[in-house]
């Protein structure tokens, strides 16, 4: 079955420790990219990747990091969270940029 | 900034009668629209997709609407049924083919179905 997995789905953790939010696609997408839904805010990106090796900044990637070592691969990972990063995490894949995006099922975070 | 919007946060609709969903978009060179439908508890779903040389794209009980001149799109579901209550969003990706693919979502309108 095609499929974006993530883990945790589930995540409490307190300011300052850090941690990774994994992400894997089985499709051989080459674009993969991590978004935050906050209320009242919308799905907003804060990083993609068009392949291997390949990651840039979207539009809120303060306080978070990512690396693409692997096609499949593409883990988020926050150094030192903030209790602003409290939010809904989906990580999403496509076959290229600009084409639909199969989405995970979400990682809630809460950072306290 | 430009962005991505919509006109109604919320619709209520009777189970059986038809859904429409509207969305704002400002920025001109988009060409590239998507809607998703976001479940509770799980990650935006697409449904449907439109290139900005269409204005109507049909699939299955769902029918996009594209008016580039007033920069306006729409998200019309026949025959609404109680599955199809969720949060939809339009995702808009401007100047496609040239861009770093990014997604620029709505708010989101959320659609409860009555039966």
Redesign the interface.
């Known amino acids: 079955e095609a499929q974006?997995t993530q883990n945790p789905r589930y995540l409490i953790t307190v300011t300052g420790k850090k941690l990774t939010v994994t992400c894997s696609q089985n499709m051989n997408h080459e674009?993969m990219?991590w978004?935050r839904q906050d209320p009242?805010?919308?799905?907003?990106?804060i990083y993609?990747s068009?392949n291997v090796e390949v990651t840039?900044k979207?539009?809120v990637p303060e306080g978070y990091k990512v690396s693409r070592k692997e096609k499949r691969n593409f883990p988020l990972i926050l150094e030192s969270p903030s209790p602003n990063q409290t939010s809904l995490y989906?990580c999403?894949s496509?076959f290229?940029?600009?084409?639909?995006?199969?989405?995970?099922?979400?990682t809630r975070l809460t950072v306290v | 900034g430009e962005s991505v919007g919509l006109h109604l946060p919320t619709l209520s609709v009777q189970e059986g009668d038809n859904s429409i969903i509207n969305c704002a978009y400002s920025n001109s060179a988009s060409d590239?629209f998507?809607w998703y439908k976001q479940e509770s508890?799980?990650?935006?779903?697409?449904i449907i997709?439109i290139r900005s040389n269409m204005d109507k794209r049909q699939g299955q009980r769902v029918t996009v609407l594209l008016n580039k001149t007033v920069k306006h799109l729409s998200l019309q579901i026949a025959a609404t049924q109680p599955g199809d209550s969720a949060v939809y969003?339009c995702?808009e990706?401007p100047n496609?083919?040239g861009?770093?693919?990014?997604?620029i979502?709505?708010?989101?309108t959320k659609l409860s179905v009555k039966p």
């Open positions: 974006v674009y990219s978004y009242g805010l919308g799905l907003r990106q993609y068009m840039d979207g539009d989906f999403a496509s290229y940029p600009g084409t639909e995006a199969f989405f995970g099922q979400g | 590239y998507i508890g799980k990650g935006p779903q697409f997709d969003f995702a990706i496609y083919g861009s770093q693919g990014n997604l979502f709505g708010k989101g």
